[in-house]
């Protein structure tokens, strides 16, 4: 069974950035970040597809966040700058993906997650 460990959370203003990392205990074909505020869905942000290293943003972060993969380290890194309050929840790195897309439903392989925190 693959394991996933987040890092890189914290707290920050609207326009700051912060880095999450997501190191896998073995390689994926497809690793994605999700996040989930209080009282809301798990939602996806990015995926990315480690074969083509084709990656894929959620509309509400295009631009903004950039996802990257080490090889050899099995890690997938999130770079997200200008955040912004709405940005706030925890962030789920997942793999084992059936399809890889941005629904939760796809993944049957999470990390902990991470708390990222952005105040106004």
């Known amino acids: 069974q693959v394991r996933l460990v987040e890092s890189g959370g914290g707290s920050v203003q609207a326009g700051g950035s912060l880095r999450l990392s997501c190191v896998a205990s073995?390689?994926?074909?497809?690793m994605a970040w999700f996040r989930q505020a209080p009282g809301k869905e798990r939602e996806g942000v990015a995926r990315?597809?480690?074969?083509?290293?084709?990656?894929y943003y959620a509309s509400d972060v295009k631009g903004r966040f950039t996802l990257s993969h080490e090889y050899g380290k099995n890690t997938v890194y999130l770079q997200m700058n200008n955040l912004k309050p709405e940005d706030t929840g925890i962030y789920y790195c997942?793999?084992?993906?059936?399809?890889?897309?941005?629904?939760?439903?796809?993944?049957?392989?999470w990390g902990q997650g991470t708390q990222v925190t952005v105040s106004s």
């Open positions: 990315l597809d480690i074969d083509t290293n084709t990656p």
């Open positions: 997942a793999s084992g993906a059936t399809v890889c897309g941005l629904s939760h439903r796809f993944y049957n392989i």
């Open positions: 073995r390689s994926s074909s497809c």
